[in-house]
């Protein structure tokens, strides 16, 4: 089921057949430097998804998959999901690209049209990043996606900066840009 789309992806649920192209991206240990799962074979990656159509059928969100326009090719997944930070239930912001997608912003792409419909859609009240601080590349990306105040905690054994992104922080994002485009 397609959620969204942006100039160059179409965001769609994930599902079982996209288990090849996904475990091909997921096995990738530079892709998955900075994830606590580490690289996922076809099974790891099939768990996954089977977690993700859990999300889609209880929250109404979830990992979300990333195809390129024209292509139709998976180049990795983004969205939003629960996921348990210091014993509370938060709403966390999750993505992956192939590493041929790196530094095309189409991670951004995807972020600010995730954020759109978890906000505008979805009626969530805050999402949250954790990043760890030398993962440059996903600092960049959240805050050109708004994310600028952080925490720092440890997270699976991890330091990581913990990002917040309030539903009217979102908004005032929204109403600021769509000023300075009407400039």
Not at 8 to 14: A, C, D, K, S
Request: glycine fraction near 8%.
């Amino acid at each position: 089921m397609q959620i969204c789309e942006t100039e160059r992806l179409v965001i769609r649920t994930l599902t079982l057949n996209d288990v090849p192209e996904l475990t091909k991206i997921l096995s990738d240990p530079d892709v998955m430097k900075h994830s606590i799962r580490g690289v996922c074979d076809e099974a790891a990656t099939r768990r996954f998804i089977d977690w993700c159509l859990e999300c889609y059928a209880s929250h109404r969100i979830g990992p979300w998959a990333l195809v390129e326009k024209g292509s139709d090719k998976l180049v990795g997944f983004c969205g939003v999901s629960p996921e348990e930070v210091n014993g509370v239930e938060e709403i966390g912001l999750g993505y992956r690209l192939a590493k041929q997608y790196w530094g095309m912003g189409l991670a951004t792409e995807a972020v600010q049209a995730v954020l759109s419909v978890a906000f505008s859609q979805k009626q969530l009240t805050s999402v949250v990043v954790l990043i760890e601080p030398e993962n440059g590349a996903s600092l960049k990306v959240a805050a050109k996606a708004g994310f600028s105040e952080f925490d720092t905690l440890e997270f699976h054994g991890c330091s990581v900066r913990l990002y917040r992104l309030a539903l009217q922080q979102w908004y005032a994002l929204q109403s600021n840009a769509m000023h300075a485009a009407s400039i």
